[in-house]
């Protein structure tokens, strides 16, 4: 069954708060990782290990590069995860 | 000899180390002969030969955001809280990059050494990669455990731009980027130059292979009288971690700006034993070497040095032969000078010592109080020197210097010279 979008948003939200510091209500799906929330390339590599394991979702590292956004995230985990 | 000798000042200071969490507190505890050194009460610590460390006074995590800490290794950390300190009490208010700034980002430098670099994040790491595999390893992994990483981080805080450098010589690391930094400044490279230096080394490999080179003390059951330089019953020297940073400044910059000046650094002298790669050379000729480089290259009266802030590590060979290195090169004039081993309280901080007791010396000469060395209960026959003892001593008024020992595995040796204004 694939997740709930609020449900992902929400524990990405929490992920990108303990990685990068970001209060949680900052994290919203039209959100730049890079631009917006602080998180370079190196922490945004541990942003995709804690949402695999959070989302039991694999994300391949030829996919990082398109989720520039945290919808774009979302939207990948939705569709891919396997809980 | 450069061409352009221009005078370098002292303008700031800060340090994290046993004795306290900025430099007034670790002064304070230096002239209160406080130790800095603990029992290890981790679970790792229990089988090992040696249980006493001294632990900075505070956890730097209490001090910087988790996002900053967690990327950055606890060598880092120590260094950029020292740096912040240092960078402030400079009168600086914002990094060299910001608007209005009193220094030009490319006037600039950070020189910050370290003596092992991020050996717990590169330890810690394979214990990652072997217990929960290669996803789990940090990406931030070979930015933290590289040894220039605290160098680097304070640069990018400061914004430093006329060179981040990060100079290795094992214990003599930190005095060594102390020195590279003045000579930054007086070659005209750089008008400001943040430097000092860090350790954090607190972990069971570092500790079993010290111990197994027989270089650190046993004397599990009373860590505080542990670390005893000088003492005839001396057995190794005492790990310790922290850091201490300065800032160093053109005489002629520091004025334009009004800034306060606590000292004049006023040079280094370099030597190397070319004896033994952890052996210091038995009768201090090395050593002796450096002084007289620091001597004939900055014009230093000796006459004006009444303060040694002494390598001295408690280790039975390597305390006597500074001792036998000191009485060569000034002589006679050696009764006048009073020693201090601040190891007795903070522990050896291998790189980081030349930066917290280069902090320790520049605030002798500012104070004009030599701090004791605690736990000389039976002087050592062979130490034919004015060992500062039990309390601190006052020095005299005037003009006056004060050098500042470090020594390192691979022969390498430095003394730092500082003078009132």
């Not at chain 1, 069954?1 to 990405?12: F, H, I, P, S």
């Not at chain 2, 039975?316 to 000191?326: H, N, R, W």
């Not at chain 2, 109080?369 to 039976?378: G, H, L, R, S, Y």
Request: some cysteine.
């Amino acid at each position: 069954m694939a997740q709930d979008k609020d449900a992902v948003l929400e524990g990405l939200a929490e992920i990108v708060n303990e990685i990068a510091g970001i209060p949680t209500e900052d994290v919203a799906l039209d959100k730049s990782f890079t631009d917006d929330l602080d998180v370079d390339s190196l922490s945004m590599v541990e942003v995709v290990v804690a949402a695999e394991e959070r989302f039991d979702v694999k994300i391949p590292d030829d996919e990082v590069k398109n989720l520039k956004t945290v919808g774009d995230a979302v939207d990948y985990i939705v569709a891919n995860s396997n809980s | 000899m450069t061409t352009e000798n221009r005078t370098v000042v002292v303008t700031g200071i800060g340090a994290f180390t046993p004795l306290g969490g900025d430099a007034a507190s670790t002064w304070e505890g230096l002239l209160a002969g406080r130790s800095g050194v603990r029992a290890l009460e981790e679970e790792w610590a229990a089988d090992l030969p040696v249980r006493i460390a001294a632990r900075t006074a505070v956890e730097p995590g209490e001090v910087l955001p988790r996002p900053l800490a967690r990327k950055l290794d606890r060598s880092a950390q120590f260094a950029l809280i020292a740096a912040r300190e240092a960078w402030a009490d400079a009168g600086f208010t914002t990094a060299a990059t910001a608007e209005g700034s009193p220094i030009a980002p490319e006037r600039l430098g950070s020189v910050i050494a370290s003596g092992i670099g991020g050996v717990t994040t590169l330890l810690d790491q394979y214990d990652v990669l072997k217990e929960q595999g290669v996803r789990k390893v940090s990406p931030h992994t070979v930015p933290m455990l590289m040894p220039n990483s605290p160098s680097a981080n304070v640069g990018i805080e400061v914004g430093a731009r006329a060179g981040v450098h990060t100079p290795v010589s094992a214990c003599a690391s930190g005095a060594e980027a102390i020195g590279y930094a003045i000579e930054m400044i007086r070659s005209g490279r750089a008008d400001v130059v943040v430097a000092g230096g860090t350790e954090a080394a607190i972990h069971p490999l570092p500790i079993v292979a010290f111990s197994n080179m027989m270089a650190m003390s046993k004397n599990n059951d009373e860590p505080q009288r542990a670390s005893r330089p000088y003492d005839k019953a001396r057995d190794g020297f005492v790990l310790g971690e922290g850091a201490g940073v300065v800032v160093l400044e053109s005489a002629e910059h520091a004025a334009r700006r009004g800034a306060r000046v606590y000292c004049e650094a006023v040079g280094q002298g370099l030597s190397s034993d070319a004896h033994h790669i952890a052996q210091p050379e038995p009768t201090g000729s090395g050593v002796a070497r450096a002084l007289a480089h620091l001597l004939e290259s900055t014009g230093l009266d000796k006459a004006e040095v009444v303060h040694v802030n002494a390598h001295a590590t408690s280790t039975p060979q390597g305390d006597v032969a500074e001792i036998k290195a000191l009485r060569k090169e000034l002589g006679e004039h050696l009764d006048h000078v009073a020693i201090s081993a601040t190891k007795s309280m903070t522990g050896h901080l291998l790189g980081g010592a030349g930066g917290i007791e280069t902090v320790a010396t520049v605030l002798a000469l500012h104070h004009r109080q030599a701090p004791p060395t605690i736990n000389v209960e039976d002087l050592d026959d062979e130490v034919a020197a004015d060992i500062v003892r039990f309390e601190p001593r006052e020095l005299p008024a005037g003009q006056i210097a004060a050098l500042n020992n470090s020594f390192g595995f691979g022969g390498h040796n430095v003394v730092l010279a500082f003078r009132t204004v």
